[in-house]
């Protein structure tokens, strides 16, 4: 990037529920110039109070409504509606109207996939985005890191980013960030996150951790066994998993990690329950309601490594969640060498920090997990990479600072103060390699650089990095 862009450039989102709410809403704040067709007039009337953007009431199929919306003038079409052949077909109209780039959710995974009879090129899609499959894939990948604790490649697997939760009995508990570097400085790292309660924190060198607080770490990929071993993270390997639900998403977690682990579903549906144990011969298939005391302890909670849950239900995820974390304490079971962890669904945005800060150690949200599939593809041309904290309203974002930019004008420590609590520069790729940054740290002309902001403050980073 070496100028700021002097065209806006047009979306057009089809469908506002969960999805195209939250990608209307985020590509508004970065300058994008949306315009979204919906049928529902209560979700038009919702999204109109929060979001400045144009909003066209009526049917998706019906080709006035696009006309409406200046379809021809369009750079990029979002079909994110619920209906997954009405997203397929708006990919092919379009075609007709010369958008240039269409990206369409589904939900069937016969699609997409190397062996699918419609190839993306026949459907004329451009980036096809299935959120069920991403949220199970994500699952899996976080089972089979060290503890259970989110581990994030970024840099060419260079660097890592740890989160872990703090307890009342931790050695970093109390302590300010500015004296946590002076007392461990045999290697570099950098707290570049932090949740209390349900906020999101940006953190400065005053910050004091307390318990309960969950921070995320950016560690050069040789040290992430350091970082564990300051911060008290145990490695060991995960091997018996308890899903609740076993819907679309808990049946492909189990699909995805029975031939690995040892795995239990409960699944509250006495009929679905029978068809999975059919459909999940590696898994150990059990009827029940999963938020219950009896059920969940019957079922071996106590010798589980990681709890799931994956029901539609946002309220029973996180309670099922803090259940299973009380269970699991060490005062109610024998073994309290081992790191138990708790992973919930949770489809209500607002739910997210929350679910992190009382319940789960990783909250995920299927609508942010494939929207930002969908931000990465439209960005892709501004941002060399972007990846989100989960539970975090937090974006780990890798820019290059072009020559004269502000960045590059001053040592980080001297940063303009309104930036302060917004953002943090956490790396930086000079003479061939990554490095962690710190207060005297310069940036200069083309450096590539790691930084992390909340999602509100993605905008003002990028005009940081441009003149």
Same mark, same amino acid.
């Given at each position: 990037?070496?100028?700021?862009?002097?065209?806006?450039?047009?979306?057009?989102?089809?469908?506002?529920?969960?999805?195209?709410?939250?990608?209307?809403?985020?590509?508004?704040?970065?300058?994008?110039?949306?315009?979204?067709?919906?049928?529902?007039?209560?979700?038009?009337?919702?999204?109109?109070?929060?979001?400045?953007?144009?909003?066209?009431?009526?049917?998706?199929?019906?080709?006035?409504?696009?006309?409406?919306?200046?379809?021809?003038?369009?750079?990029?079409?979002?079909?994110?509606?619920?209906?997954? $052949?009405?997203?397929? #077909?708006?990919?092919?109209?379009? %075609? /007709?109207?010369? =958008?240039?780039?269409?990206?369409?959710?589904? &939900?069937?995974?016969?699609?997409?996939?190397?062996?699918?009879?419609?190839?993306?090129?026949?459907?004329?899609?451009?980036?096809?985005?299935?959120?069920?499959?991403?949220?199970?894939?994500?699952?899996?990948?976080?089972?089979?890191?060290?503890?259970?604790?989110?581990?994030?490649?970024?840099?060419?697997?260079?660097?890592?980013?740890?989160?872990?939760?703090?307890?009342?009995?931790?050695?970093?508990?109390?302590?300010?960030?500015?004296?946590?570097?002076?007392?461990?400085?045999?290697?570099?790292?950098?707290?570049?996150?932090?949740?209390?309660?349900?906020?999101?924190?940006?953190?400065?060198?005053?910050?004091?951790?307390?318990?309960?607080?969950?921070?995320?770490?950016?560690?050069?990929?040789?040290?992430?066994?350091?970082?564990? $071993?300051?911060?008290? #993270?145990?490695?060991?390997?995960? %091997? /018996?998993?308890? =899903?609740?639900?076993?819907?679309?998403?808990? &049946?492909?977690?189990?699909?995805?990690?029975?031939?690995?682990?040892?795995?239990?579903?409960?699944?509250?549906?006495?009929?679905?329950?029978?068809?999975?144990?059919?459909?999940?011969?590696?898994?150990?298939?059990?009827?029940?309601?999963?938020?219950?005391?009896?059920?969940?302890?019957?079922?071996?909670?106590?010798?589980?490594?990681?709890?799931?849950?994956?029901?539609?239900?946002?309220?029973?995820?996180?309670?099922?969640?803090?259940?299973?974390?009380?269970?699991?304490?060490?005062?109610?079971?024998?073994?309290?060498?081992?790191?138990?962890?708790?992973?919930?669904?949770?489809?209500?945005?607002?739910?997210?920090?929350?679910?992190?800060?009382?319940?789960?150690?990783?909250?995920?949200?299927?609508?942010?997990?494939?929207?930002?599939?969908?931000?990465?593809?439209?960005?892709?041309?501004?941002?060399?990479?972007?990846?989100?904290?989960?539970?975090?309203?937090?974006?780990?974002?890798?820019?290059?600072?072009?020559?004269?930019?502000?960045?590059?004008?001053?040592?980080?420590?001297?940063?303009?103060?309104?930036?302060?609590?917004?953002?943090?520069?956490?790396?930086?790729?000079?003479?061939?390699?990554?490095?962690?940054?710190?207060?005297?740290?310069?940036?200069?002309?083309?450096?590539?650089?790691?930084?992390?902001?909340?999602?509100?403050?993605?905008?003002?980073?990028?005009?940081?990095?441009?003149?």
């Amino acid at each position: 990037m070496s100028k700021k862009s002097t065209k806006t450039e047009n979306i057009l989102i089809l469908g506002l529920g969960g999805m195209g709410y939250y990608l209307a809403k985020r590509l508004t704040r970065e300058g994008y110039s949306i315009t979204a067709i919906e049928a529902d007039a209560g979700l038009i009337r919702y999204a109109d109070s929060y979001i400045d953007a144009r909003f066209i009431k009526g049917d998706a199929m019906n080709i006035s409504y696009w006309k409406e919306a200046d379809a021809g003038e369009m750079d990029y079409l979002i079909a994110v509606t619920n209906n997954d $052949a009405v997203n397929m #077909v708006a990919a092919m109209v379009a %075609h /007709r109207f010369g =958008i240039r780039k269409k990206i369409v959710r589904i &939900r069937s995974l016969d699609f997409g996939n190397p062996d699918s009879i419609l190839s993306d090129q026949d459907l004329t899609v451009d980036l096809l985005v299935h959120p069920e499959e991403l949220t199970a894939q994500e699952i899996f990948r976080l089972v089979k890191l060290r503890a259970g604790n989110e581990i994030i490649d970024i840099a060419e697997e260079q660097l890592q980013v740890m989160a872990i939760r703090i307890q009342e009995g931790s050695a970093l508990a109390y302590m300010n960030l500015k004296d946590l570097s002076l007392t461990h400085d045999a290697f570099p790292f950098r707290v570049i996150a932090a949740t209390r309660g349900i906020s999101t924190i940006i953190p400065g060198g005053d910050y004091v951790i307390h318990p309960q607080d969950q921070l995320f770490f950016m560690v050069g990929k040789d040290n992430l066994s350091r970082l564990m $071993a300051i911060t008290g #993270v145990q490695e060991q390997h995960l %091997h /018996r998993v308890m =899903i609740v639900g076993g819907g679309l998403i808990g &049946r492909r977690i189990a699909e995805l990690l029975g031939k690995s682990f040892a795995v239990k579903v409960i699944e509250r549906d006495e009929q679905l329950a029978e068809e999975l144990t059919y459909k999940l011969p590696h898994a150990e298939i059990l009827q029940g309601d999963g938020s219950d005391t009896d059920v969940l302890s019957m079922a071996g909670l106590l010798h589980m490594d990681t709890f799931i849950t994956t029901t539609g239900d946002n309220e029973t995820n996180i309670m099922s969640c803090l259940l299973a974390k009380h269970l699991m304490s060490p005062q109610n079971q024998d073994q309290t060498n081992r790191q138990r962890k708790s992973i919930a669904l949770v489809d209500k945005e607002d739910y997210l920090v929350l679910a992190a800060s009382i319940g789960s150690d990783i909250a995920l949200n299927k609508k942010i997990l494939a929207g930002n599939e969908i931000l990465k593809f439209i960005r892709r041309g501004e941002l060399l990479s972007v990846a989100h904290l989960h539970g975090f309203d937090a974006e780990v974002v890798e820019l290059v600072a072009a020559p004269n930019a502000p960045i590059t004008r001053k040592p980080l420590s001297q940063l303009d103060p309104y930036y302060h609590g917004k953002i943090i520069v956490g790396a930086i790729f000079q003479n061939g390699q990554w490095e962690i940054a710190v207060g005297d740290t310069q940036i200069q002309d083309n450096d590539r650089v790691i930084v992390v902001s909340t999602s509100l403050q993605l905008k003002e980073v990028q005009n940081l990095f441009v003149v």
